[in-house]
């Protein structure tokens, strides 16, 4: 559904995220997922302790990274969105406001309209209600609005005698600094590539977080003026040439400004009674780093940068590794291709050998064979590590249903989970996806009681859900447990009875592990009352469906009152 004050912005941006080029839409596609995983992830850890302000500042920088990200590949209502949401958390990082469950229902209200967005550029079209003005609105209400404060003579003094602000700057601005320097004159004389412009884009992105994060104003007017020239021309504007000098011209204020704070912070660290008796940890090691960070032209500091660059691109690398489906194929058609040779070279090897070839040649001929099949082996175990990812992936999706059911039905829910870093190929993870939402939704709603009705119970008034997973002999066992009320098996059996699965002779000596087996029967339930998050006959129907397609088991153990243990089994699975 598209409300009438959205249809405009919505069909702009179907109209837009169709021009951004493929590769640079992957990649957006990519990061953008990644930053609203680890936005859902840090805010849950925030509801739990408001004060801790490590999530707060992760928040912050995953949805800057969007916004600049957005801005890049032209994609202006992402990064409308991002604005104020951005706003937000900056002025909770910076004490304006403090963190409450407001901001953590507006939050998770944005990210999800932020990931129908993304969908959108992978599906090529819009498949779910999405609410952008609404959304935007609900975020502008929470900020603060102030008036903006010049920035005082004794200012960068008073930020420079914070050690953690003082570290930060050296340790961000320092290296990105050089990268914008560097790869600037590049993008000036318009001879930088696309790979090599998402690299600077990030480097002016960090140095204006950075900038921020000091209360640098002047460094952050200049990096500010940078970005926008940067989005400009890489935009699709024709009338741009005029602009590069202009880009050239800022980035050496800049470049100057920042020299001028690390002027300053050398002053401090050479004369530390200037910055009011403040001790700084790591003042050596920020000393040496000091005396790198001078702007120059010596070929060092240029390979430095060249460097800090490829490190930059290494770690990003390391971060997250993504291979398309079509890679995938054709590296097992290569495969298949190679097994080929190989059977067709045996038989033409065969033939020489009864035709006399000597020795020489043959013995020859086989160090081929057997490179050949050595690089096979290897092309096939290298198509089957590209495919696994950490069964963890999975499990990062859970904790946001859980605090979503939770506020819904008033119960207090705590997640845990074990196995996380072992590796899966690609398939089987999503094909696990769905079932354990069911499971883990059913046992919310189903199993975990309400507090007053644990208490009466004489269990803790919060429930748990356990959610192991263990690899053996080529077998992956993920078991779901709960403490809750458990399966009444007497209700099962009276539905069986009423819906004609079993006779009444029969319902006197049917087994427990037998009655379990109707759960998984299309439409059967137990639950007299249909609720939004379950009681429709369908879960564990899915459940069974998606686990049989892998050639899997589901077993279900419960003992009333005390809890329920579900355990999927998947044989045949290889992992590392």
Do not use: W
């Not at 953008?32 to 928040?59: C, F, G, R, S």
């Amino acid at each position: 559904m598209v409300y009438p004050e959205d249809e405009k912005n919505l069909n702009e941006y179907i109209k837009l995220s169709s021009t951004v080029p493929d590769s640079l839409k992957a990649d957006f596609i990519a990061e953008a997922e990644e930053h609203l995983m680890q936005i859902e992830e840090n805010l849950l850890v925030l509801e739990k302790n408001p004060m801790d302000p490590n999530p707060i500042h992760a928040i912050f920088r995953s949805i800057h990274s969007i916004k600049g990200a957005s801005n890049y590949v032209n994609l202006k209502l992402i990064a409308n969105i991002a604005d104020n949401f951005e706003t937000l958390f900056d002025q909770i990082r910076k004490g304006i406001q403090q963190f409450n469950s407001s901001h953590a229902d507006a939050v998770l209200i944005t990210v999800d309209v932020l990931k129908a967005l993304v969908k959108i550029l992978i599906k090529g079209k819009m498949e779910s209600e999405i609410r952008i003005s609404a959304t935007i609105n609900l975020m502008s209400k929470l900020l603060v609005h102030q008036p903006e404060k010049a920035e005082s003579a004794t200012s960068t003094k008073n930020d420079l005698s914070d050690p953690k602000r003082l570290n930060n700057f050296h340790s961000e601005c320092s290296k990105h600094s050089l990268i914008i320097r560097f790869l600037g004159k590049e993008f000036v004389a318009q001879t930088l590539n696309q790979k090599k412009q998402i690299v600077l884009r990030q480097s002016i992105t960090a140095i204006k977080v950075c900038a921020q994060q000091a209360g640098f104003s002047k460094m952050m007017q200049k990096v500010s003026r940078l970005e926008a020239l940067f989005n400009q021309l890489t935009s699709d504007n024709q009338q741009k040439e005029n602009n590069y000098p202009e880009f050239g011209k800022i980035n050496k204020e800049l470049q100057i400004e920042i020299s001028q704070k690390n002027a300053e912070i050398r002053e401090l660290l050479q004369h530390p009674k200037n910055a009011k008796s403040v001790k700084y940890p790591e003042i050596e090691k920020l000393t040496t780093i000091s005396g790198t960070t001078t702007v120059s032209d010596s070929g060092s500091t240029e390979n430095q940068l060249e460097s800090s660059t490829n490190q930059i691109t290494k770690d990003s690398q390391n971060t997250s590794t993504r291979v398309s489906s079509h890679q995938l194929d054709t590296f097992v058609d290569l495969n298949n291709n190679l097994l080929d040779l190989k059977l067709k070279y045996q038989t033409i090897l065969s033939n020489l050998a009864r035709q006399g070839l000597n020795s020489q040649n043959f013995a020859e001929l086989k160090k081929v064979e057997s490179s050949l099949g050595f690089i096979s082996s290897n092309i096939q175990q290298t198509v089957s590590d590209l495919r696994l990812i950490p069964i963890k992936s999975l499990f990062q999706k859970l904790p946001r249903i859980i605090r979503d059911i939770s506020r819904k039905t008033g119960k207090k829910i705590q997640l845990r989970t074990t196995g996380d870093n072992i590796d899966l190929d690609k398939s089987i993870v999503e094909t696990l996806a769905d079932p354990l939402i069911h499971l883990v939704r059913n046992s919310c709603d189903h199993g975990i009681e309400k507090p007053a009705e644990r208490y009466q119970r004489g269990k803790p008034l919060t429930g748990q859900i356990l959610i192991e997973a263990l690899y053996e002999n080529s077998t992956i066992f993920i078991t779901l447990s709960d403490d809750g009320i458990g399966i009444n098996h007497e209700k099962i059996k009276q539905v069986a009875l009423r819906k004609g699965m079993i006779t009444l002779e029969h319902s006197y000596s049917i087994d427990n592990d037998s009655l379990m087996q109707f759960l998984f029967h299309p439409g059967f339930t137990t639950v007299e009352k249909i609720t939004e998050i379950s009681g429709r006959g369908v879960g564990m129907d899915v459940v069974m469906t998606d686990i049989k397609k892998v050639n899997g088991t589901v077993k279900i153990k419960s003992e009333p009152g005390k809890g329920t243990q579900v355990i999927l089994c998947i044989p045949n699975i290889k992992n590392q």
